[in-house]
């Protein structure tokens, strides 16, 4: 039968399947029944930087005491940490699959201190979820490139367990940003996150909330991105997230060059027992075609291993604007 071993920064998984950062991952108990499920490691739910701010600034706002926005503000923040922490020592303590910590964050300031104490609680790694939208006319690309590698200059210089990057595609130059990334030696990169969007309801002439949860076609931007990043790329590792709703998701971002593959969406569409289903079909699929080990098919289709290269590059639909008419 396939073996589904694999390593993703330097970490022993028994199958490439990862539960990636959400409401699922932000209990042991949780994390405890993803790992009976099957999961290879979990991503716990990200610190949001900005939360930890936001929910001071609400405190600071409500008291009575203006001497108290000090205390207040570093009241919270412990707090939302210390849980934090607490969380990542209970799922360490209660799962032997590896639990990677997550950081939302959008800039090196105050928060780089609580990646140490991410450490120290245990995190086997830890991922950092950055999405910075830039929404000035007067600066360009490259300062804000340089904001993200501010900040993993910073937790690079602060921690010894591998590091992660889970970005978005709005980037000019991908393969340059996760040189870049590289180059300041970083373990992982995480392709492509998804983001809550604001929508327009024409009704209530009110902004509401887009689908919070991706389809099967979702896969596409991370698919092309992660094929002709693998062809590119020296030691960074590369984790798949975005339109993983099966098994053939998975095989697909294998074959493309990723060394795992995060879900989310299909846990919270159906249920956790899902990842089972999905481990089985790879298996069986890895059986009918006699690959024995991950190794075998990864990268098979990728940028440079297929002969076709240019299906990557093809990003017009000039041929099939004249078949359809
Ligand atoms: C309810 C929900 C909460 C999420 N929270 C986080 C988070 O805290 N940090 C993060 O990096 N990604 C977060 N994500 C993004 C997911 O980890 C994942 O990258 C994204 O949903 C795409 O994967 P999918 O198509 O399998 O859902 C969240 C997604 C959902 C649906």
């Not at 993983?244 to 493309?256: F, P, Q, R, T």
């Amino acid at each position: 039968m396939a073996n589904l071993e694999t390593t993703y920064l330097g970490l022993k998984l028994k199958n490439p399947i990862i539960v990636s950062s959400s409401g699922l991952t932000n209990s042991a108990d949780k994390i405890k029944k993803l790992e009976q499920a099957g999961a290879g490691a979990v991503v716990m739910k990200s610190l949001f930087e900005e939360q930890i701010n936001h929910e001071a600034g609400r405190m600071i706002d409500e008291s009575e005491y203006p001497e108290a926005e000090e205390y207040i503000y570093n009241y919270v923040k412990e707090n939302s940490v210390s849980e934090y922490l607490k969380t990542i020592k209970e799922a360490k303590a209660a799962v032997k699959i590896p639990v990677i910590a997550s950081i939302n964050c959008a800039s090196a300031k105050d928060w780089t201190g609580f990646a140490k104490e991410i450490q120290e609680a245990g995190a086997d790694a830890l991922e950092l979820n950055m999405h910075i939208i830039p929404v000035t006319k007067s600066r360009g690309p490259v300062e804000f490139e340089q904001l993200y590698f501010d900040i993993v200059e910073k937790v690079k210089s602060l921690i010894s367990i591998p590091v992660a990057v889970k970005i978005s595609y709005h980037f000019s130059n991908i393969l340059n940003f996760v040189h870049q990334l590289e180059a300041r030696k970083v373990e992982g990169v995480v392709l492509f996150n998804r983001f809550y969007e604001p929508d327009i309801n024409i009704d209530t002439l009110k902004f509401s909330t887009s689908k919070i949860f991706s389809t099967p076609d979702d896969i596409r931007h991370s698919l092309r991105w992660i094929g002709i990043l693998n062809s590119f790329k020296n030691r960074i590792e590369v984790s798949a997230t975005t339109g993983i709703h099966s098994a053939e998701g998975v095989i697909k971002m294998l074959l493309a060059g990723a060394e795992t593959t995060q879900i989310c969406s299909i846990l919270y569409k159906n249920d956790i027992n899902e990842i089972g289903v999905i481990l089985d079909e790879l298996t069986k699929w890895m059986d009918e075609k006699s690959f024995e080990k991950i190794g075998d098919f990864r990268g098979l289709l990728s940028y440079k291993s297929t002969k076709h290269p240019a299906v990557y590059e093809r990003a017009q639909f000039m041929k099939y604007f004249s078949k359809v008419e």
